[in-house]
């Protein structure tokens, strides 16, 4: 069983347009995490959730949008899509929010915005 | 706020050579942590060193952490082909949950 799963692996789209990207945990971990890799391969945190609630959200643009319905799942919508948008999006999970827990990735989602 | 530089950014290496990658970090860290990704993956935890000056081993792969807990590397003996990928490291700042991850080290063996 896959510990930590995303959808899609790829997404292709247009300018402008609104997509989402589901992330799901069944390592039974209180906290998930996004973060964009870009064409660098540079990792950045994005959103953090811990049980639900938001507790990072970095500079990122308004048109990102978290949502946890519950701790296993971390979706990401994104709106009005962006070229700037292209990159790889991970999600994460960690045991709790302690600064040793080991996080554990998802296979990624490519987004290439046309 | 706490940055974590790594270097070098690249490193080719013919297989058989050694390889080391350097990560220092503006802040003290309570620990600091290894990724590997292979290309086209994602990062997968290697290792945590939480103690000053500790030294852990994989197989080849030998890590430490500085006396002062603001640096830390990885030294890989005799490269093979199989540890192509990019190495990172990450840690949180002293009081601080939030992992930093550095820029990475992109490895390539030449066979």
């Known amino acids: 069983d896959t510990a930590v799963s995303q959808t899609p692996k790829y997404l292709v789209t247009q300018m402008g347009n609104d997509k989402s990207i589901k992330c799901e945990q069944n390592l039974g971990h209180d906290t998930m995490y996004w973060y964009k890799q870009d064409s660098k391969k540079f990792l950045k945190i994005m959103f953090s959730?811990?049980?639900?609630?938001?507790?990072i959200n970095e500079t990122v643009p308004n048109r990102f949008s978290p949502k946890s319905p519950d701790k296993a799942h971390l979706n990401l919508h994104i709106n009005s899509l962006e070229l700037g948008d292209s990159a790889v999006y991970f999600c994460?999970?960690?045991?709790?929010?302690?600064?040793?827990?080991?996080?554990?990735f998802g296979p990624g989602t490519r987004l290439t915005v046309l | 706020g706490q940055q974590v530089m790594q270097i070098p950014q690249y490193q080719h290496v013919q297989e058989g050579e050694d390889f080391t990658t350097y990560c220092n970090s503006s802040?003290?860290?309570?620990?600091i942590q290894w990724y590997k990704q292979r290309p086209g993956g994602h990062p997968v935890f290697l290792i945590q060193l939480v103690k000053s000056g500790e030294v852990k081993k994989q197989k080849r792969l030998t890590f430490q952490f500085g006396e002062a807990k603001k640096n830390s590397s990885l030294h890989i003996t005799a490269t093979q082909t199989t540890d192509v990928g990019t190495y990172f490291c990450a840690g949180p700042g002293a009081g601080s949950y939030q992992l930093t991850f550095g820029k990475g080290t992109k490895l390539s063996v030449i066979p």
């Open positions: 959730y811990n049980n639900k609630e938001l507790i």
């Open positions: 994460a999970s960690s045991q709790g929010l302690s600064g040793t827990d080991t996080q554990y």
């Open positions: 802040t003290t860290l309570s620990n």
